[in-house]
Every structure is written in C-alpha cells, then in structure tokens.
Nanobody, 117 residues
Framework: QVQLVESGGGLVQPGGSLRLSCAAS??????????LSWYRQAPGKERELVAV???????NYADFAKGRFAISRDNAKNTVSLQMNSLKPEDTAVYYC?????????WGQGTQVTVSS
C-alpha cells in the first residue's frame, strides 16, 4: 500500500543547508486532489506544519520557514523535497513527510535534523 520514506536528515551547523527527500510508493503524484506536506516535531513539543504543496503546485509555508525553506515535488520520481537554508538551532526536530488524499492520510517514519555548532 502507500508508503512514505524520508531521507536527507543529519547534523549541520547554524547557517547551513539540508535537502530532505520523501519517496512515495503505492501512489502516483499526478493525482489532482493531493496535498504533500512537511511537518516537524521537536522534543517536548507538538508536531507543526512546515510547508505544503498542492496537486496544482501551490505552496504555503509556516512563518518560520518563509524565505528559508522551499518545498517541491517531482511527479516522475514520486518524490517531495524540502530545501532548508539558513538553518537555525531552533530548526532541530524530526521532520515528517505527509500525504493527504481524499481516501487517506499517510505519514513517513521521520528523519532527524540537528542544527548545532
């Protein structure tokens, strides 16, 4: 069935960059009514939305992500990515890929991002 697998997390210094990827199986990204999102959850805090891209290519970002992060999708590869620039220590969290369609809501296992000197 539908599976999402995140990759690309790791340790970076403040001001550095990371590119996260989410590979999907069991679904085709060309579906019109589809929302692909990145969420994050820091220790002791609730999960929060980072960015979303619709089936039509429209994007929205949390305030903390605007101007620093960019979400994109590649329908041919069935992947969604999150380019993260100018990273700050407060960006440290587990980042999750989410797929929402009319019949279901799917999550990846998460990938750890640590921003520290």
């Amino acid at each position: 069935q539908v599976q999402l697998v995140e990759s690309g997390g790791g340790l970076v210094q403040p001001g550095g960059s990371l590119r996260l990827s989410c590979a999907a199986s069991g679904i085709i990204f060309s579906i019109n009514d589809m929302y692909l999102s990145w969420y994050r959850q820091a220790p002791g805090k609730e999960r929060e939305l980072v960015a979303v891209i619709t089936g039509g290519g429209l994007t929205n970002y949390a305030d903390f992500a605007k101007g620093r992060f960019a979400i994109s999708r590649d329908n041919a590869k069935n992947t969604v990515s999150l380019q993260m620039n100018s990273l700050k220590p407060e960006d440290t969290a587990v980042y999750y890929c989410n797929l929402k369609v009319s019949w279901g809501d799917y999550w990846g296992q998460g990938t750890q991002v640590t921003v520290s000197s």
